[in-house]
Nanobody
Framework: QVQLVESGGGLVQAGGSLRLSCAASGRDFSTYTMGWFRQAPGKEREFVGAITGSGSRSYYAVSVKGRFTISRDNAGNTLSLQMNSLKPEDTAVYYC?????????????????WGQGTQVTVSS
């Protein structure tokens, strides 16, 4: 069992930056692939990126590649999402999620645990 709590969301102007954090409780954090997803009003939950358990590999959606960076601290049981050059279309509720799959899944259905989400709003 893993419990996830996101923080760091807020309101930022276009071109600005935000850093989201996800604190995990429970055992064996390093065995989980960790992902970030987002969901805008009226839209389906969308894959943002994910990182392997060791932190050696990360993958990103095309829409955020080069602007967002995922990192993790396995000793501290935390996951981060650094978001730079933010755009109004990045506005959404952002969720962190944990998956026991050894690969790096992009489908929300392959993630076992979810946080409650944190709102990110980018003004134009």
């Amino acid at each position: 069992q893993v419990q996830l709590v996101e923080s760091g969301g807020g309101l930022v102007q276009a071109g600005g930056s935000l850093r989201l954090s996800c604190a995990a409780s429970g055992r064996d954090f390093s065995t989980y692939t960790m992902g970030w997803f987002r969901q805008a009003p009226g839209k389906e939950r969308e894959f943002v990126g994910a990182i392997t358990g060791s932190g050696s590999r990360s993958y990103y959606a095309v829409s955020v590649k080069g602007r967002f960076t995922i990192s993790r601290d396995n000793a501290g049981n935390t996951l981060s999402l650094q978001m730079n050059s933010l755009k109004p279309e990045d506005t959404a509720v952002y969720y962190c999620a944990a998956s026991k799959w050894g690969t790096v899944p992009a489908s929300p259905s392959l993630y076992d645990y979810w946080g409650q989400g944190t709102q990110v709003t980018v003004s134009s």
